[in-house]
């Protein structure tokens, strides 16, 4: 069985707008720990994972689910999580906020509220650069799910998609191809789909490997 055959295996879970979250054996624990909602262990939840391992989309799906509403980690101040007048919130870029005195707060505010807090961050919360003793040990007591690189069966079925999506149909070969060369990361298969169905269209011919190998020394991959 070659890589590509794998791929329609993969479960998916569909947003309200119609977009498919590809679940993989690098992101399957993540996607149970939101799927668990609202019967979290604790109120919150610390999802980390590199750039490009699915974090915004993963949060946007339990956003639609949980109604939350969004903070973004530089910008937050004490005020603004009260302003939100929500019961779920999301604060992304976690591991980038300024204030660590209104992250400190906003712990204590969510855990006394029971308000559901996920976190997303690109650095398990040991490895932020906190000072305060008090934060440091909220962040310890929160839980962590980590979303790994994308593995071959999650890109495989991201390449498969991508082209299904532009109504190419693309050989298992060529996607083999491409799995054995490209960059670990949903947004290279995206990348890649899209270049290659551009280069396809320009030059009137089908997507083969030649092709596939010529867009990827283009893109650098």
């Known amino acids: 069985m070659t890589k590509s055959q794998i791929t329609l295996d993969l479960p998916h879970r569909t947003s309200l707008k119609g977009v498919d979250f590809i679940v993989s054996a690098s992101n399957r624990q993540a996607v149970q720990m939101i799927d668990l909602w609202p019967d979290w262990p604790h109120n919150a939840l610390a999802l980390v994972g590199p ?20 903070l973004h980690g530089p910008a937050l101040s004490p005020d603004i999580a009260r302003q939100t007048g929500g019961k779920a919130l999301i604060l992304e870029q976690a591991d980038q906020v300024r204030d660590h005195d209104a992250l400190f707060h906003l712990l204590n505010w969510t855990r006394e509220g029971k308000v559901a807090l996920l976190m997303t961050a690109a650095r398990p919360p040991a490895h932020w650069d906190v000072t305060l003793a008090d934060l440091s040990s909220r ?68 997507i083969t490997v030649p092709l596939a190998g010529k867009v990827l020394e283009q893109l650098s991959f």
């Open 51 to 70: 750039p490009s391992s699915g974090k915004t989309h993963l949060a946007s799906l339990w956003r639609e689910k949980s109604g939350a509403a969004m």
């Open 139 to 206: 962040l310890k007591a929160v839980p962590l799910v980590e979303l790994g690189q994308p593995d071959d069966a999650l890109l495989a079925a991201l390449l498969t998609k991508q082209f299904a999506d532009r109504q190419l149909r693309v050989k298992g070969v060529v996607i083999d191809f491409l799995l054995a060369r490209m960059e670990r990361s949903c947004a290279a298969a995206s990348a890649i789909a899209e270049a290659l169905d551009e280069a396809s269209l320009s030059e009137a011919r089908p």
